[in-house]
């Protein structure tokens, strides 16, 4: 896999989920450019659009 921003070789790393989100894995791999350090992982992305969206218009999430 090459690096989309300065086409140097990206290496598999695993990362963990410190957000604790209720997808139940704390682990997910992800691709690192050895490079310029630039990190390719889609469920980063994810995770933030599910954070922003469950805190803006989700309180039943919340309900104890
Ligand atoms: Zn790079």
Known sequence: MRCARCGGLMVREKFEDLGGLASGDHEYAGWRCINCGAIVDPLIAAHRRLTSQA????????TA
């Open 55 to 62: 805190a803006a218009s989700n309180p039943a999430l919340t």
